[in-house]
């Protein structure tokens, strides 16, 4: 694969259980109806391996499997250059990809195990940027929090988009996970959705702090039967709330 000249790298975040998953699943569906030509990855980056679930992919190999058994090889005495490490890693990683129809997937997998391997979680994260370069589109659903996307992905990513719900805890965790990616991360634009509310005009009483609001999405009784039934998101009509409600905040940020 040939590398891209300006590859566009959405990272979605938020806590948990405001439907994260969910609108970047639904991210990755309209990329791929949008851009037919256009080559996307996505890559789930939360250990609780959900974006896999939402898309109906099968994962038989993740990066922390391949992280494992480097860090085996070298416990065994396997003391291989970094040149030859990288370059074994990327072949892995490469196996590891999961082509769907349009686009690819990857996991990260669980969190890091005991023991400091700084060496390889760096080798690894230089191959996932590397692999990311040849891809127009990245999607990213991380763990709540942006330091886990800087210490095990990338450090850079040109869209950040944070999801809350209604809740003060939702918009606490969204304006906490911004002055982290202040100090960590590197990002060109960044908004918030406001996901599973009761209703547009709740917006009003919610404190992003200085960040934008890109989209208003209500609850969404299609995305739960959905969720109940197994179903990929591929298959949301074009008017589901969640659907239109995403559509709305990617134009918002320029991804589309």
């Known amino acids: 694969m040939e590398k891209r000249d300006n590859t566009k790298i959405i990272a979605v975040a938020g806590k948990g259980g405001v439907g994260k998953t969910?609108?970047?699943?639904?991210?990755?569906?309209?990329?791929?109806?949008?851009?037919?030509?256009?080559?996307?990855?996505?890559?789930?980056?939360?250990?609780?391996v959900g974006?896999?679930?939402?898309?109906?992919v099968n994962v038989e190999k993740t990066i922390d499997d391949i992280r494992k058994e480097a860090i085996a090889r070298v416990e065994n005495g396997d003391t291989k250059s970094a040149?030859?490490?990288?370059?074994?890693?990327?072949?892995?990683?490469?196996?590891?990809?999961?082509?769907?129809?349009?686009?690819?997937?990857?996991?990260?997998?669980?969190?890091?195990?005991?023991?400091?391997?700084?060496?390889?979680?760096?080798?690894?994260?230089?191959v996932i940027t590397m692999l990311s370069?040849?891809?127009?589109?990245?999607v990213i659903d991380g763990?709540?929090?942006?330091?886990?996307?800087?210490?095990?992905?990338?450090?850079?990513?040109?869209?950040?988009?944070?999801?809350?719900?209604?809740?003060?805890?939702g918009c606490q965790v969204?304006?906490?996970?911004?002055?982290?990616a202040d100090e960590l991360v590197m990002y060109e634009k960044i908004g918030a959705i406001a996901n599973r509310v009761p209703n547009a005009s709740v917006t009003q009483y919610m404190d992003l702090g200085?960040?934008?609001?890109?989209?208003?999405?209500?609850?969404?009784?299609e995305l739960a039967t959905c969720d109940m039934k197994g179903e990929n998101v591929f298959y949301l009509p074009e008017t589901a709330t969640v659907v239109e409600g995403t559509r709305k905040a990617l134009k918002k940020i320029e991804i589309m």
């Open 174 to 180: 969204i304006q906490t996970v911004k002055k982290v």
């Open 83 to 126: 040149i030859e490490l990288l370059g074994e890693a990327k072949y892995e990683i490469m196996d590891a990809l999961v082509e769907q129809d349009g686009y690819a997937f990857i996991a990260i997998g669980r969190p890091e195990a005991a023991g400091c391997y700084c060496k390889i979680n760096a080798y690894l994260k230089e």
């Open 210 to 221: 200085e960040i934008p609001l890109l989209a208003t999405i209500e609850a969404d009784t």
């Open 133 to 138: 370069a040849q891809f127009d589109y990245v």
């Open 143 to 169: 763990e709540a929090g942006i330091e886990q996307i800087n210490r095990r992905v990338m450090e850079k990513v040109s869209h950040l988009l944070l999801i809350t719900d209604a809740s003060k805890k």
């Open 51 to 56: 974006l896999s679930t939402v898309l109906n």
């Open 22 to 48: 969910s609108i970047a699943a639904v991210i990755v569906k309209l990329l791929v109806e949008q851009y037919p030509d256009k080559r996307i990855l996505a890559i789930d980056a939360d250990p609780a």
